[in-house]
């Protein structure tokens, strides 16, 4: 193969026209060219003179497409011609010129890229890191759980302050305890909607109950641990509590529901199977109760909330184990209920009688810190103080004994 | 610096199944396959869409060294694979030690440049209907006898030509349905038959050039 051969061109002639197809590669030596062009909108015209010592209809050569300027000639020139095996032997042996180039091509590739999404805008794909959840998402819902994994623990790596970190966090968890995907729970677009609307603080996650439970219970009422937050910890904090924890073997009891809206959903998901998580609205029973409850709830319906968890506590036969466990909920729904609803004698006697009853309840250390709460707030520093303790000392370590270790140090100060 | 000394450098396994990065996950390293294969896909509404299939010597991930945009695809090792791994950092190390790796990287950069700018004036059109009419053109631009053809087949739907137009599939759909009933094109589950690409290039054309008027 010989080198590139010198071509020589008259003023006024033209090397090539935009639009031709054509493989050849251009040196100017001598003389004047200039390149045509014309802006991507076709609304003007552009020139720009080739320096001498210049390559010019690279792209178009190597890319293979019809040139995107028309080459001609202003003043006698001479240039050089490389066939594209030329071109490319020449390239193998002066790295630094193809160095150059891409140095070049990537300037211009980033310049079209942004200009791309600049006129994409709205229209465009939504931020990049919603888009990530939503990748990691179908990937949990097709299964592909491995590739899940991934794209979740990519996301709160990248995004652990993001609104949706929690419901990142959330799935995380459920894929690690092997759980279908929820297919009950509030789709991204709908929680970005509430968020943007205002129904949602910082990335609480909204589950979609079934039935007649459309309004989300904590995007509205705040989760329970945000009442012991308020007094000093954050609610964020406690979100970027959550964040650290996303390795891959979360043990059964953690994570429950600092960040869950509903603090008894996470351990009834489990138990039920896509078809049982979204009964018909028609459905009675407990499990319906219970959900009304925690729909009033939401709404701050105290007094319309008790009489549903107190229903639910009067249920006396089960179709099978899940629905048993809607008694225990209740009765610790019921407790949270009165707290809010500020009667704290009663609150007192549900979670005392939760703790009697469940000993081995995933809820048993939130139970007795809202009992320490209440002690506090009549006045009982030290017996708040040695509940607080209690949980610190229960296994395992967690969130809820971090938390209470916190509350532990504030009231002895 | 020979291949070997780079592998032991740069190289990195991956298990088959095992993802190499994620669509949109961020990142600034691009690689080098050596061994085996590597699938590259996309999710289209919760779907996984393959897009393609990658085998030694090929090049993923390289727009990760120019663009601070996260990734535009999925990774995924179908078997044993070995790639060597990059960034901005050993870019310069690898393109002068590897001319042939830097020059087929040049290769695609001019590719993407044309198909960036190609669809650049697609979304610079102001109206719709254009804007379907010069995807139709964009698409078909790719086949060999582009310049003769009066119609053709594109194996895309509804939403790659509202992807391609930048606007929203409930704003494309209703004019391909139209035309679907005068009989300018024939839309199937995976496929748009053109009936009249030469309508379309004087469509785009008159509308061009009345821009620039």
Redesign the interface.
């Known amino acids: 193969m010989g080198g590139p051969t010198l071509r020589t061109y008259k003023a006024g002639s033209i090397i090539y026209f935009i639009e031709d197809r054509g493989t050849e590669v251009y040196v100017l030596q001598k003389g004047r060219i200039i390149l045509i062009s014309n802006s991507l909108d076709n609304s003007t015209e552009i020139k720009e003179d080739v320096q001498k010592g210049e390559f010019f209809g690279v792209k178009s050569a190597l890319g293979m497409y019809p040139r995107e300027e028309t080459a001609q000639v202003l003043a006698d020139a001479v240039v050089l011609v490389f066939t594209p095996q030329m071109f490319e032997a020449f390239c193998m042996k002066n790295t630094r010129l193809v160095l150059q180039m891409l140095k070049v091509f990537s300037g211009q590739l980033r310049k079209v890229h942004r200009k791309v999404r600049e006129l994409l805008g709205e229209s465009g794909q939504q931020e990049n890191s919603v888009e990530l959840l939503r990748t990691a998402e179908s990937f949990y819902k097709s299964n592909e759980i491995e590739n899940a994994r991934y794209a979740f623990t990519v996301f709160l790596k990248h995004y652990s302050g993001s609104k949706l970190a929690s419901r990142a966090n959330s799935m995380l968890n459920l894929l690690s305890k092997n759980q279908p995907y929820p297919v009950e729970m509030d789709s991204i677009d709908l929680v970005l909607e509430k968020i943007h609307n205002g129904e949602m603080e910082s990335g609480p996650v909204s589950f979609q109950m079934p039935g007649n439970f459309g309004s989300t219970p904590a995007t509205v009422e705040a989760p329970p641990l945000e009442d012991f937050s308020s007094r000093g910890d954050s609610h964020d904090e406690m979100g970027d509590m959550d964040i650290e924890i996303p390795d891959m073997d979360i043990p059964d009891m953690d994570l429950p529901d600092m960040d869950m809206p509903t603090p008894d959903f996470t351990s009834s998901l489990p138990k039920m199977p896509p078809a049982q998580a979204a009964p018909k609205p028609a459905a009675t029973g407990i499990a319906q109760l219970y959900y009304d409850g925690l729909n009033e709830f939401s709404q701050k319906n105290w007094d319309a909330a008790v009489e549903k968890f107190e229903s639910a506590l009067k249920v006396t036969k089960f179709e099978n184990e899940t629905e048993a466990s809607f008694i225990e909920k209740s009765l610790f729904e019921l407790g949270r209920t009165y707290l809010k609803k500020g009667d704290k004698n009663a609150s007192m006697n549900r979670f005392s009688d939760f703790v009697k009853k469940y000993p081995r309840s995933q809820n048993l250390k939130k139970a007795l810190m809202y009992v320490a709460e209440i002690y506090e707030k009549n006045g009982d520093k030290q017996r708040a103080i040695s509940l607080y303790n209690k949980v610190v000392a229960m296994p395992p370590r967690d969130k809820e004994s971090a938390f209470a270790k916190q509350q532990m140090d504030r009231l002895m100060k | 610096m020979q291949l070997e000394g780079l592998t032991s450098k740069f190289g990195k396994e991956f298990q088959p199944?095992?993802?190499i990065f994620?669509?949109?996950?961020?990142g600034d390293d691009f690689y080098l396959i050596q061994k085996g294969k590597v699938k590259i896909s996309k999710?289209v509404k919760?779907?996984?869409k393959t897009m393609d299939i990658l085998e030694a010597g090929d090049i993923f991930g390289e727009m990760a060294?120019?663009?601070e945009?996260?990734r535009s695809a999925?990774a995924?090792a179908m078997d044993n694979v070995t790639a060597l791994h990059f960034n901005r950092e050993n870019f310069?190390t690898l393109?002068?030690s590897q001319?042939?790796l830097?020059?087929k990287?040049?290769?695609i950069?001019?590719?993407?440049?044309?198909d960036?700018?190609r669809?650049?004036?697609i979304?610079?059109l102001d109206d719709v209907q254009v804007k379907v009419c010069d995807t139709f053109l964009m698409l078909s631009e790719k086949e060999p006898n582009y310049k003769e053809l009066k119609e053709v087949v594109l194996r895309i739907t509804a939403d790659g030509i509202a992807h391609w137009c930048?606007?929203?599939v409930e704003k494309v759909q209703p004019i391909l349905s139209h035309w679907a009933k005068i009989g300018k094109v024939e839309l199937y589950a995976d496929r748009i038959h053109v009936n009249n690409l030469t309508d379309c290039r004087r469509l785009v054309a008159a509308r061009?050039?009345e821009?620039?008027d």
Request: with cysteine.
């Open positions: 199944g095992q993802i994620c669509e949109f996950e961020p999710i919760d779907k996984e060294i120019l663009e945009q996260p999925t995924t310069v393109m002068s001319p042939q830097a020059f990287l040049l290769v950069f001019t590719k993407r440049i044309y960036a700018r669809r650049l004036k979304l610079l930048g606007e929203s061009r050039k821009k620039s």
